[in-house]
C-alpha cells in the first residue's frame, strides 16, 4: 500500500497481512478523496477501525492538520504506530489501542487534535448489518457524536459492503452534497452530524432507504 498524493505521495504503508485489516485500494482511495477533498484540507480527522492507518495517513498527506487513529488488532496498531513514525507525524496524530464498542471517544491530552471534522468509520464488514438501535456499534456511533469529539459540522465517512443495510442514530444524517458513492464490492456513504447531536434516539430508517442519488464509480 501507498500514499496515492499529497505530500507524501508514493511512500509505501506497512500492512497487516491476511485479512484482518481489509486495506483499500489505491483506486478507491484517489476516488474517495476527489469528493471530499475540500472536507479535509486544513481539518482534524479521526480513523476508527484504522487498522494500519491508511485513510488518516492519506487525509494527513492531502492536507488534515491532525488524526486520531483507533485500532485494536495488536499487530495492526505496531504497523500503526511503524508507518507513523516513518512519516515522521507523531506531533500530528495520536494512536489509540483501544475497543471501539467500549471506547469513550475522550482522549486525553490531545486537545490540538479536537474536535473532529472528519470521522473515517470502517468497521469489519460482517458488522455493518448488525448495527441496531442498542447494540454496541450503534452506541458507539452515538458517542462518536459527542461536542468534545466532533465539530458541530463533522462528516462521517462510513465504508459498508455493497447493498448493505444498517441503521444508523439520528446524531447522523444523509449528506445533502452527497450521499454515497457507490464502488464494485463496496459503498461509501457520507453522514453529517445533525442538529441532535449526541443524542441516544435512533432512526427508523436503513442505511440504503436513507440515501438517494449515488455517484456510481467502478472500482
Not at 71 to 85: G, R, T, V, Y
Request: charged content about 30%.
Amino acid at each position: 500500500m501507498r500514499i496515492v498524493a499529497g505530500r507524501f505521495r508514493r511512500r509505501k504503508l506497512e500492512t497487516r497481512p491476511g485479512l484482518v485489516t481489509r486495506p483499500i485500494s489505491d483506486f478507491v482511495k484517489e476516488s474517495l478523496f476527489e469528493q471530499i477533498q475540500h472536507r479535509v484540507i486544513d481539518k482534524r480527522v479521526a480513523d476508527i477501525f484504522a487498522g494500519t492507518g491508511t485513510i488518516g495517513l492519506e487525509a494527513l498527506s492531502r492536507g488534515a492538520t491532525g488524526a486520531i487513529f483507533i485500532e485494536q488488532d495488536e499487530k495492526a496498531f505496531e504497523f500503526l504506530q511503524k508507518n507513523i513514525a516513518a512519516l515522521k507525524v507523531q506531533d500530528e496524530t495520536f494512536c489509540w489501542q483501544t475497543d471501539v464498542f467500549r471506547c469513550s471517544f475522550r482522549p486525553k491530552h490531545v486537545e490540538h487534535l479536537l474536535p473532529v471534522d472528519v470521522v473515517f468509520l470502517d468497521p469489519p464488514y460482517k458488522l455493518v448489518e448488525s448495527i441496531a438501535p442498542g447494540s454496541p456499534l450503534f452506541k458507539a456511533v452515538e458517542r462518536i457524536a459527542r461536542n468534545d469529539f466532533t465539530a458541530p459540522d463533522a462528516l462521517l465517512v462510513f465504508r459498508t459492503p455493497e447493498r448493505a443495510t444498517f441503521t444508523l442514530p439520528d446524531c447522523w444524517r444523509p449528506s445533502e452534497e452527497l450521499p454515497q458513492i457507490e464502488f464494485k464490492t463496496m459503498t461509501v456513504y457520507l453522514f453529517e452530524k445533525s442538529a441532535a447531536g449526541g443524542e441516544a434516539e435512533a432512526s427508523a430508517a436503513t442505511g440504503d432507504a436513507r440515501i438517494a442519488s449515488p455517484v456510481e464509480l467502478a472500482e
